[in-house]
T-cell receptor, first 117, second 113 residues
Framework: GAGVSQSPRYKVAKRGQDVALRCDPI?????LFWYQQALGQGPEFLTY????????KSGLPSDRFFAERPEGSVSTLKIQRTQQEDSAVYLC???????????????FGEGSWLTVV | GNSVTQMEGPVTLSEEAFLTINCTYT??????LFWYVQYPGEGLQLLLK?????DKGSNKGFEATYRKETTSFHLEKGSVQVSDSAVYFC????????????FGSGTRLSIRP
């Protein structure tokens, strides 16, 4: 597609429920990132994929968070047993080059707004 | 580790005023620097970028110069418009394996007609 597409745009989950957030990156983009943005804060890095390989998952806040990109294109961020502190916007981003090319542009999707009640 | 510190908001200006939003960074090596903008209800958009020292990024009347000696990347615009009201994020991206973008906390800008 023309841009990074995320779904669902809005999700309300009951505490303890599992959720799955989907990201369709720009076609052909090698790198894919997930970020978490709490209300009034800047985006915080969660994890990074280069093709299907998850090269950095240092930002995942707990083992309840899991991300995959099995075929190197679409990615899913899964949150198990959601807690109220998981309420945030989850941003997906992609770029056309791999690690080591810091100047290339990273394109963001509009985000998935998760509210845990 | 790498980090970004930007001017806290909110910032409120009158239309046609001069804008400066300060941003400083800490990083090893030679990161690339970015300003992203988030309009109400929309996703993050790249506003401008600079990839090496003394580069000037510019777009939509906004400018920022990569100053390695002061580790700064301040955002400026000579005459703001109501449509510039948004949240602005300064960010950096390292080289090598450190390819993630690190964001500042954001500065909310409101322009009065």
């Amino acid at each position: 597609g023309a841009g990074v597409s995320q779904s669902p745009r809005y999700k309300v989950a009951k505490r303890g429920q599992d959720v799955a957030l989907r990201c369709d990156p720009i076609s052909g983009h090698v790198s894919l990132f997930w970020y978490q943005q709490a209300l009034g804060q800047g985006p915080e890095f969660l994890t990074y994929f280069q093709n299907e390989a998850q090269l950095d998952k240092s930002g995942l806040p707990s083992d309840r968070f899991f991300a995959e990109r099995p075929e190197g294109s679409v990615s899913t961020l899964k949150i198990q047993r959601t807690q109220q502190e998981d309420s945030a916007v989850y941003l997906c981003a992609s770029s056309s080059y791999g690690a080591g090319t810091g100047g290339n542009t990273i394109y963001f999707g509009e985000g998935s707004w998760l509210t845990v009640v | 580790g790498n980090s970004v510190t930007q001017m806290e908001g909110p910032v409120t200006l009158s239309e046609e005023a001069f804008l400066t939003i300060n941003c400083t960074y800490t990083a090893t090596g030679y990161p690339s620097l970015f300003w992203y903008v988030q309009y109400p209800g929309e996703g993050l958009q790249l506003l401008l970028k600079a990839t090496k020292a003394d580069d000037k990024g510019s777009n939509k009347g906004f400018e920022a110069t990569y100053r390695k000696e002061t580790t700064s990347f301040h955002l400026e615009k000579g005459s703001v418009q109501v449509s510039d009201s948004a949240v602005y994020f300064c960010a950096l991206r390292g080289t090598g394996s450190a390819s993630k973008i690190i964001f500042g906390s954001g500065t909310r800008l409101s322009i009065r007609p």
